[in-house]
């Protein structure tokens, strides 16, 4: 079996290949760390490519194999672990440039069960500083590019983890959700993603410290593969409690479901809008529960208008402290994220009083309780992950405007961050040239039930994943790149901000008010000349196919367009 072929396997199929000998653990890391050489510079998704930890553990693998003894039920799954997850021997950065040195003692509990399950960590995910966008990008590591369309946002904040999964780097992926940070990135990639009930994984460090409560209700640990077994398949090893994590709960998880398959259809929660695509994926997935043998209904679920306004407003008042105070934050924030969150602010009516904000989490009991008796008579909720297509890059950074509008289309997604619930994100299609999907709640503890429910609308749509990262000639900030070769210049469109620049083989970093690199710096956080008037004179070369610049000269206002001769295309 040939390197490609490995990488197309689904998380099921590699470890049942390795446990009967049919490939070795180490054949497959080595494939997946091939492919990462391959198509990562396209992505920028893989933020560190863990070579030696990969190669060990597929090693010890093929050694307990050899031995007779049972490589584990992950025997050989190269996964991709979240700069915010703990890995020994690796930085939790939370894409942060001053968290470099935070290398943990200890795994986090559930990475800990994967390891001894057989999984094999080959890289860490991007993701914005600290989780803070619907999109993946931060100062340290650049941006991830979205690999259907260069144009569109990843997602975010698992944006990392979910393109590797869906460009066949890594079988699967770990990441969290506190508002849509595992679906929505899975959906925009066209893989799958598990947001667990609240509690049913351990926190993603073991380190005891103060932690908000929004965070306490809001935010889970869960997988993302692209299939919906590979989810079920993790899901069944990673959950379970942690002694260090006093809201972790151990519950049986059910290999199936045989109770009721009622499901309710909403295609336009809260009657705020959609869009004609994401409409016609939300009845194609009904469909396909009918045609399952599911009771499919359109109904209402209670109030998801007020408890996506909820969710904005605790979690806006719970971080504005914490990141608008100066010296508050021990260290900066890209400006991005400061200007994501300063708008998001701008539109929310803040609880501020100790009053305001008790009364909105008593009343999220009582929502929670609305849907919970929903439940017992819908066991399924089905409907958008967003109700609009995956935006431009940049749009969320446009003004207060954008970001309430972006919380409006991600209503549902956050509801079942607000109430603590499991969501499965399953891709139906694509639309334009990008994924379509829907995400399917379920009940408290109800993971069983959702990944029924995802397997129904799963198997009436092909496969879309992995792929092969999409041309295109949209680069950093927005602006157009021509694709070169080594020592040939290349003309450029920068917008202000700094941003990663495909060149031939290389990426080079533009940056403002910094001087250049000498030749031979690593490309990644490499600063460049200061902007001002001239055009960009850049060579670059790849070196055993990886990124490194060899000789750099900038001169780049921010407005001005050219491109070489007879090639190419203006900036928009």
Request: net charge negative; proline share 10%; hydrophobic share 45%.
């Amino acid at each position: 079996m040939d390197n490609r072929a490995l990488t197309e396997l689904s998380a099921t199929e590699i470890a049942e290949a390795v446990r009967t000998g049919v490939v070795s653990a180490l054949a497959v890391a080595e494939a997946h760390l091939a492919r990462i050489d391959e198509v990562n510079p396209a992505v920028n998704a893989a933020t560190v490519v863990l070579t030696d930890q990969a190669r060990a553990a597929a090693a010890a693998v093929d050694a307990r194999i050899a031995a007779g003894q049972d490589g584990g039920p992950l025997a050989g799954v190269p996964i991709s672990v979240k700069e915010n997850i703990d890995l020994t021997g690796s930085a939790t950065t939370s894409g942060l440039p001053f968290a470099t040195d935070h290398i943990p003692a200890e795994n986090a509990s559930f990475v800990t069960k994967l390891l001894a399950a057989g999984a094999i960590p080959v890289a860490r995910g991007n993701m914005p500083d600290v989780g803070l966008r619907w999109d993946t990008d931060n100062d340290l590591y650049g941006r991830t590019w979205n690999p259907w369309d260069r144009s569109r946002v990843p997602g975010g904040s698992s944006g990392g983890d979910a393109v590797i999964v869906a460009t066949g780097m890594a079988a699967a992926g770990l990441g969290n959700d506190y508002g849509g940070s595992l679906r929505l990135p899975a959906h925009a990639a066209g893989i799958a993603a598990l947001r667990p009930s609240a509690g049913r994984v351990p926190a993603p460090t073991r380190q005891i410290m103060p932690i908000e409560l929004s965070l306490q209700a809001f935010a889970v640990n869960g997988p993302l593969a692209r299939t919906v077994a590979d989810l079920d398949l993790l899901f069944g090893v990673m959950h379970g409690a942690d002694d260090n994590d006093p809201l972790s709960v151990t519950v049986p998880h059910p290999s199936g479901y045989d109770g009721p398959r009622r499901v309710a259809v909403t295609v336009d929660p809260a009657g705020w809008g959609v869009e004609p695509q994401v409409a016609a994926a939300v009845r194609a997935a009904a469909r396909a529960l009918t045609e399952a043998g599911w009771e499919v209904e359109e109904v209402e679920p209670p109030q998801v208008d007020r408890c996506a306004t909820l969710w904005r407003q605790i979690s806006a008042s719970e971080m504005a402290p914490a990141l608008l105070t100066p010296g508050v934050f021990p260290g900066p924030l890209s400006a991005g994220t400061v200007k994501y969150f300063t708008d998001n602010v701008a539109g929310v009516d803040l609880l501020d009083t100790a009053a305001t904000y008790s009364a909105a989490w008593a009343e999220r009991h009582a929502l929670a309780a609305r849907w919970r008796r929903f439940n017992t008579r819908y066991p399924v909720v089905l409907g958008p992950v967003t109700t609009a297509a995956m935006p431009a890059i940049g749009w969320d950074l446009s003004g207060p405007e954008a970001t309430t509008e972006q919380w409006q289309q991600h209503r549902l997604l956050v509801t079942a961050n607000f109430l603590g619930l499991p969501a499965v994100a399953v891709p139906t299609g694509v639309t334009d040239g990008r994924p379509q999907g829907v995400q399917v709640i379920s009940r408290l503890h109800g993971e069983h039930i959702a990944l029924a429910a995802a397997r129904a609308i799963e198997a009436a749509h092909p496969a879309m994943t992995p792929i092969d990262p999409a041309p295109d000639r949209r680069g950093p900030g927005g602006g157009q790149f021509q694709r070169g070769r080594a020592g040939h210049p290349v003309h450029y469109r920068r917008r202000p901000g700094p941003a990663h620049l495909p060149v031939g083989e290389a990426w080079i970093q533009l940056a403002p008010n910094a001087g250049p690199p000498s030749s031979g710096t690593p490309s990644r956080g490499c600063p460049a000349a200061p902007a001002g008037p001239g055009r960009a004179a850049i060579t670059a070369a790849a070196m055993a196919n990886r990124p490194m610049i060899v000789q750099i000269s900038v001169n780049v206002p921010p407005c001005e367009v050219s491109t070489l001769p007879g090639r190419g295309e203006p900036c928009g």
